[in-house]
Each structure stands twice: as structure tokens, then as C-alpha cells.
């Protein structure tokens, strides 16, 4: 099973890049961010043309998550509530063959001296809130997207300078940490240890791919009983350097099982 996420920041404009890595690669499940499209106008069309039911949240010029699955889904919830009426367009979840698999575009925070910093300090702590209400870390469970933070310091480029910046602060890594502590695992850093991979780079800095001046902020991460079965992970940088590209790029990870049969 291939799990991948991505941040397409606007996928009407996007959507050559995606269909042709859907195309390409054949994950079973993806997961977008960062639609940024109104659900009447999303392309639900092209995407099982593809291949792929799909399910997704949005609103215009903001935010917006779908999910993208191979295998038709057993059920999805929208936001906090699970209606959509609580964080919607930033939170959906969907469970693939018995496993909840959960989308969030977490709140960017503008700076750390902002109201909106507070606002995504306190997203995290909902989020701890959501897993412990209705999940367990005994349970297979896969939670991806763009969390808008770089864990480490080997997550950016240049740790001892960005440190305090907002998506590389103390206050957001405790605030991550927290969720983490829950029960989760960093798939992709299980498999890839080593600095220098990175899934955005920012448009206003020149040749930024190319000089490797990046941030690992969208993960895919799992709880023990799923990550104890992945088998390799990785980021494709190509659709980052395509004609229109976002500023985010594919993350993927691979699992040799899934499904009910990993319940304990």
C-alpha cells in the first residue's frame, strides 16, 4: 500500500502535475492540501477519470483537503465535529480498508508575535484532543498532510538561523511533540535519517531547489502497529522543479500491510 501527501496549493492549477504523478507512481491513497477551490468547482471529474474515488472540503482561495483512494472508502468524517462545521476545509477523515486515515492542513501561524500563532498552538492541542477521543495508539491509524512545522533541525536548511521562525519554533515544536507523544511515529524519518530532504521550498527564494534552501513541514506519520509495517518512504522533488509547480512537492511512504488484519 502507497500513501502519499501533498500540498498542492490550489489544485485547479495543479492538476496537470497531479494526474500525470498519479499517472506515474499509482499510490493507493493521496492525500492534498491546500485546494483552495469551493466543492462545486472542485475536479472530482478528472480525478476518477484517474482512477481514484475521491472525497474532499473546501472554500474558495483557502485552505481545502481531499483524499484520493484507489479502494472505495468506508467512512468519512469532516473536521472536528465530523460534520464540516468545525474546521472542515482543514481536517478530513477517511477510513481505507478498516484504517482511519487522516488529512490535515495545519494553520500556517504567520508569526510567533501573531493571534494566528496562538490559533495553531491551540489547533495542535485539539488535535491531541481528537486522537485520544476517538482513536487508539494500539489501533492501525495513518495521519498525513502539511503540519506546517519542521520537527528537527536536519528538517531545514539552516537550523541555527530559522530557529524561531514560525514553522521552526520551540513553541510549535512542544506543541507537535505533544500530539507525536500520543502515540505516533515519523515514517518517513524511520526510513530516511539523513539531513537534505526537504517538501517546500519557497517561491521567493531564488533557485531554492537548487540550492537546497528547503523545509520538511508535510509528513506522513502512523501509529506503531501500521509504522511497524511500513518498508520505505521517500519525496519526489521532480514536481516541484515542472512547469507551475507548487511550493510543496510529493511525500510518500509504502506499507507491506493494512487493514483490519493489524488490529490488536
Known sequence: MKIASFNANSIRARLPILTKWLADHSPDVLCIQETKVRDEEFPADEIRSAGYHVVYRGEKSYNGVAILSRLPFDEVRYGFDGAGEDEGSRLILAYVAGVPVINTYVPQGTDPSSEKFTYK??????????FEGRFSPGDPLLWTGDFNVAPEPIDVHDPKRLLGHVGFHPDEHRALAHVKEWGLVDVFRAHRPGPGEYTFWDYRVRDSVERGLGWRVDHIW????????????????????????SDHTFIYAEFSGWGDGLKS
Open 222 to 245: 502512523a501509529t506503531v502497529p501500521l509504522a511497524d509495517r511500513s518498508v520505505g518512504a521517500g519525496i519526489d522533488i521532480a514536481p516541484r522543479m515542472a512547469e507551475r509547480p
Open 121 to 130: 498552538l491551540r489547533w495542535f492541542e485539539r488535535l491531541r484532543a481528537f
